[in-house]
């Protein structure tokens, strides 16, 4: 299985693995899996940094609008779990969805946060995902 480091600061790291919590039900279905993570401590006045080691999703799009019919429901349901897992994205653009062998991905929680979704009517995020990828209601 071919697998990615994200490199990123070590407080950014501590983040993202508080969302993975909550999303490793989803892990190798909606969101890559995450194999590990690992810290280093800054050296000659550097921040430290962390890395997460995670299942390689597929490539990221370019635009939304290469996604089919089928392709963009299923992001949009993927999402849907995601919000059920009470994370909200926080930056859900085409470079942070992957597509590999037609199963989408959705990648890079670092702008996530807790969110209690109460359905796209109240969920500004479900509202224009739907938008953005041209689904009817």
């Not at 994370?87 to 209690?116: I, Q, T």
Request: aromatic share 6%.
């Amino acid at each position: 299985m071919p697998l990615v480091a994200k490199i990123l600061p070590t407080e950014c790291m501590d983040h993202e693995l508080e969302m993975w919590k909550k999303l490793c039900a989803l892990a190798g279905i909606c969101v890559p899996g995450l194999f590990g993570a690992y810290s280093l401590e800054g050296q000659n006045g550097c921040e430290p940094t962390g890395a997460l080691v995670q299942q390689y999703a597929g490539k990221t799009l370019s635009s939304f609008d290469t996604l089919d019919d089928q392709q963009r429901l299923e992001l949009y349901r993927t999402v849907t779990r995601i919000h059920e897992a009470h994370v909200e994205h926080g930056d859900l653009s085409p470079r942070n969805v992957a597509l590999d062998n037609g199963r989408v991905m959705v990648l890079d929680f670092s702008h996530s946060s807790h969110h209690e979704c109460e359905g796209e009517a109240n969920c500004a995020e479900l509202r224009l995902l739907r938008r953005g990828l041209k689904l009817s209601v």
